[in-house]
């Protein structure tokens, strides 16, 4: 079997889908495993699921860096430690800068059907606008808030009754399975972009563009 794939999983938050991809990952036929989860904060349930799971953790926190452009470098030097093969960016609520997305794949989702719907909102303004129908998004993340070249979606009914916290607690359980499908594929097979296009397959591995 070929050697497994590298994820660096970045979290803020519950570390849902982190746990996704650590429960996917015990499978060896996978072809992925978690080496680091990194966090922007302490005390969050993402990085005791990494603990539990004995994965290696880091936390690089905004505030204790005088700029933006330093806390950028840093956490970009501290994913590089792991020498990742594709980093995961799991609920993780800052926007990563150039010193992390052009020395690594970025993989990040997103709880609405791109390009609708971006920001931090996705559900609420979904709903607000009377869709029947969204879903969610994974996608290479860029330097935009949700711009990135799409790789993979999948749509999700409104229905009547929903309110935001029950419609996205639905469009999670699906994101969990795409985005667990989209690394292992992605690892497993391979992919290309080109220009906003992803295809993933009938390659060696790594990213050309």
Partial sequence: MSKAGRLVVLVSGSGTNLQALLDASADPSY????????????????????????VPTFVEK?????????????IAARIAEYEPDLVVSAGFMKILGPP????????????ALLPSFPGAHGVRDALAHGVKVTGCTVMLADEGVDSGPIIAQEAVPVLPDDDEAVLHERIKTVERRLLVDMVGRMVREGWTVSGRIVRIGNQTGGEST
Avoid: Q
């Fill in 62 to 74: 905004l505030g204790d860096y005088p700029t933006r452009a330093e806390w950028d470098a840093a």
């Fill in 31 to 54: 072809g992925a495993r978690v080496v680091a989860v990194g966090a922007d904060r302490d005390g969050i349930e993402g990085l005791a699921r990494a603990a539990r799971a004995n």
């Fill in 100 to 111: 992390t997305l052009d020395a690594f794949p970025v993989l990040n989702t997103h709880p």
